[in-house]
C-alpha cells in the first residue's frame, strides 16, 4: 500500500471527525439529541483521538517548540486544569449524575409503577408489551422481561412509553 502515509490519513481524520464531533457536541448543548447523536458523539469520538494522535505524532517536532514557549505551557496548564476540575461535581447534580439511577429504578420498578409514571393503565402497558409479542405481568420489571425475552431493556422501556 505505497502511498499511504500518516500525514495522507492523520490530518483528514482529524479534521473530520473534529467536524462531527463538534457539530454533535454542540447540537447536543442546545439538547438537540435525535437519533444516535448522542451515541455516535460518544463512540466516533475514538476516531478524533486517532487523528488527533496521528496528527501529533507527524508533527513531533514543532509540538515540543510550541510547548516550550509560553503560550504552549500556558495552553496544557489551562486545559489540564480544566479537565482536572470537570472531574469532581462541586456541590452540583447534573444531568448525566442523575441520569443512570433514574434509568436504573424504571428497569427495577415493575410495570404498575412504570404504568403510573408513563400515566397509562397498566393493562395497556402489558397489552403493549404484548403486541411486540412480549408476555409480560403487571408485576414485572423491566429487567425481568428483558431478561425473559431476550429484548434490550431500552427497547421495553420505549415500547411501555409509547415511543416504538
Known sequence: MAGITMRSWATPLTIGSFLLISVAGILMFFEWERGLMTVAHQWLSWFLVIGAAGHIAVN??????????????ASVAVFAALLAASVF??????????????????????????ADVARTPAGDVVQRLAAQGIAAREGQSIG???QASG????????IVFGLD
Request: no cysteine; charged share 25%; net charge positive.
Open 89 to 114: 461535581s462541586w456541590g452540583m447534580i447534573t444531568g448525566p449524575q442523575i441520569k443512570r439511577p433514574i434509568e436504573q429504578a424504571l428497569v427495577d420498578a415493575p410495570l404498575s409503577a412504570l
Open 151 to 158: 429484548v434490550d431493556e431500552n427497547r421495553l422501556l420505549a
Open 60 to 73: 513531533l517536532r514543532p509540538l515540543k517548540s510550541h510547548l516550550r514557549s509560553r503560550w504552549g505551557k
Open 144 to 146: 425481568e422481561l428483558a
